[in-house]
């Protein structure tokens, strides 16, 4: 007896010891990360929609510049220090390890991640030339380089998962840019501010000043382009049109109504929209089936998309606590 007595009393002590090293062991989920440009640091959402907070930032001791982060969360592509290196910076650690990208030039202009994060564009203004990156995140290397006739300066890009297809939008048309020159794929828009380019290579198009949303499918080959939504729509004002997971429907964040519009891209309708009551800046795909943030990390909440198929909402995060010293 003596001796169950006194087994049960050391299970009862090293109880707490027990638990207490499991739960620091254990995460919660991550909604994502976010770039906060008051500390020039990665921070981790935390949680997920509707219960989520900002984390403490990520430890690098790294100078960040420009930031692009991958739609899955896994990793961050990013220029540091004085002499804007591009590196890849894992997520997966609480302390961020830069892997220099091999045979990229310093100092890019933009920065752009495919859909599935497999490749990204670096565009240099200098020699108006573009950097494709493949392998990403494990095994990044410059995988071609290709130049834009002189003027064209692109607003926005958009490379394919294969790092093959780059798009660039051009004062008032979509190129298809490859090793022989630019190919004109859609003319006579007005002010091109987003391009996304699927894994069917079927981009959408963002019109900022024409109020429109194009659509252009395989963009590789005989490309077949349409409107999918104007202003009777809800389209205005424009920053950022992605499409959803499975390629039925399409998000747009309106800058001038503040509104995100959900779009039926079979039958070209609204079919649904949700009012945030912010300023929408993009739409940037975080963890989970259609999740976007919709606006920038700031001293106010930064709003979320969740776009699930049966029921979307507009969700908040609170906005970050200071840095712990």
């Not at 391009?195 to 024409?210: F, K, P, Q, R």
């Amino acid at each position: 007896m003596n001796s169950l007595r006194n087994g049960l009393l050391v299970a009862l002590l090293m109880a707490p010891v027990g638990l207490q090293a499991a739960s620091t062991s254990i995460e919660g989920p991550r909604l994502g990360f976010v770039f906060d440009h008051a500390t020039k640091s990665i921070r981790p959402i935390l949680g997920i929609p509707g219960a989520a907070t900002m984390g403490q930032p990520l430890e690098s001791g790294l100078d960040l510049r420009k930031i692009a982060i991958s739609p899955a969360q896994d990793y961050v592509l990013a220029t540091e220090g004085e002499h804007n290196q591009v590196v890849v910076l894992a997520t997966g650690q609480a302390t961020l390890v830069p892997a220099v990208v091999e045979g990229a030039d310093r100092g890019p202009d933009q920065l752009a991640i495919s859909a599935g994060g497999k490749a990204a564009a670096l565009y240099y203004k200098g020699n108006n030339h573009v950097q494709l990156i493949s392998g990403l995140p494990g095994a990044p290397k410059i995988s071609a380089r290709l130049y834009l006739s002189a003027g064209q300066t692109p607003s926005t890009l958009a490379v394919s998962d294969d790092g093959q297809t780059l798009l660039a939008g051009v004062a008032g048309t979509v190129y298809w840019v490859s090793p022989s020159g630019e190919v004109p794929l859609l003319k006579g828009l007005q002010k091109i501010v987003s391009i996304s380019l699927d894994s069917n290579h079927t981009a959408l198009v963002a019109d900022g000043i024409g109020n429109q949303i194009h659509r252009l499918r395989n963009v590789t080959g005989a490309v077949e382009p349409d409107v999918v939504a104007g202003p009777k729509e809800g389209i205005a004002a424009p920053v950022a049109a992605v499409l959803s997971h499975d390629g039925k429907r399409a998000f747009v964040a309106n800058s001038k109504s503040g509104v995100v519009a959900i779009l039926d891209l079979q039958t070209k309708t609204e079919a649904g929209k949700l009012s945030c009551g912010c300023t929408l800046t993009g739409l940037d795909r975080l963890a989970g089936e259609d999740v976007f943030r919709l606006t920038e990390p700031s001293n106010g909440p930064m709003w979320v998309l969740e776009a699930a198929a049966h029921q979307s909402r507009i969700v908040f995060v609170p906005p970050a606590l200071n840095p712990e010293r």
